[in-house]
């Protein structure tokens, strides 16, 4: 079977399987590609919604390519079927040379049960484009959370294609929400003020959500020998710029080893309208001396 081959790249977390250059159009592992696909990609037919910003942000994204009658393309539907349907945080883009009638046995959504998780390209212009790029058997591209391309393969034997599902589950695997920092000093003069802060980094998909109702809040506790301007914040006391929330208390305190711990609450929302809670924490060891 004739297959396109793609240039051999292979690095910690970008790798492309097999052993030529790419066509033009088609991505190498590195690049960058974008939900709705890499320049000079046609508009094709869609038998759901057109690839989603919504729906995919914050999920790996698998560019399956494939075709009605070629070798491998039913087994390997088979696998990117089972990755979207056991991961929540895969989003799947099949396209397919055929007519919508060939797609619908070659689509990986399945209908209702693939809403939010991805879509099916086919039509002419998928035809055209598949001659046009040399794709004449199964080709992936697996694209990260930052939109950069993790790996190309247009390879169908078993322990490829267990790379290919492997590296998929790594990088979702891998997917945080936020991200946590605590600063402080280790050692402090008595009495002398000092700074405690700690700061929450939302994942670039997500807002923070200060509609009302929704729980911001910061508590820590403190030794009744060290004295703090704060132990507790609410609401729109607690700052955020972007993606990032910080609290800082500013103390002093005697001669003594100490230890002080935060916990925040905080809401957020998703790009597909649905909102979250995050909780974390923190603490800090310090030791005050004369």
Not at 4 to 33: E, F, M, R, W, Y
Not at 83 to 100: F, H, P, Q
Not at 152 to 169: F, G, I, N, Q, Y
Not at 272 to 278: E, H, I, K, N, V
Request: overall charge positive; aromatic content about 8%.
């Amino acid at each position: 079977m004739n297959r396109l081959v793609i240039g051999a790249v292979l690095a910690c977390a970008s790798i492309t399987i097999s052993h030529a250059q790419p066509k033009p159009g088609l991505p190498n592992a590195g690049d960058s590609l974008a939900i709705g696909g890499a320049e000079g990609w046609p508009t094709l037919l869609w038998m759901y919604d057109i690839p989603s910003i919504k729906d995919s942000a914050g999920k790996v994204v698998v560019h399956w390519f494939c075709a009605p009658k070629v070798a491998g393309c039913a087994d390997d539907l088979a696998r990117i079927t089972t990755l979207k349907e056991k991961n929540s945080n895969v989003y799947v883009i099949a396209y397919i040379n055929g007519t919508k009638a060939q797609a619908l046995k070659l689509d990986p959504i399945r209908g209702s049960e693939g809403v939010g998780r991805g879509t099916v390209g086919f039509g002419p212009a998928a035809a055209k484009w598949f001659k046009s790029a040399g794709v004449t058997g199964p080709l992936s591209i697996v694209v990260d959370v930052d939109n950069k391309v993790k790996l190309v393969t247009a390879s169908t034997t078993p322990a490829d294609l267990d790379t290919r599902d492997a590296k998929v589950h790594a990088l979702s695997s891998a997917i945080k929400l936020h991200t946590t920092t605590a600063t402080g000093p280790k050692t402090v003069k008595a009495n002398e003020k000092f700074e405690l802060a700690f700061t929450v980094q939302l994942a670039s998909w997500l807002v923070y959500n200060r509609k009302p109702g929704t729980t911001v809040e910061w508590k820590a506790t403190v030794p009744k020998e060290v004295t703090c301007d704060h132990t507790q914040l609410k609401g729109d006391a607690i700052k955020s710029f972007g993606q990032t929330l910080t609290v800082k208390m500013s103390c002093s305190g005697p001669k003594g080893s100490y230890e002080v711990a935060g916990q925040i609450q905080f809401g957020y929302d998703v790009p597909s309208g649905a909102t979250g809670l995050g909780a974390d924490g923190a603490k800090w060891k310090f030791e005050i001396t004369n």
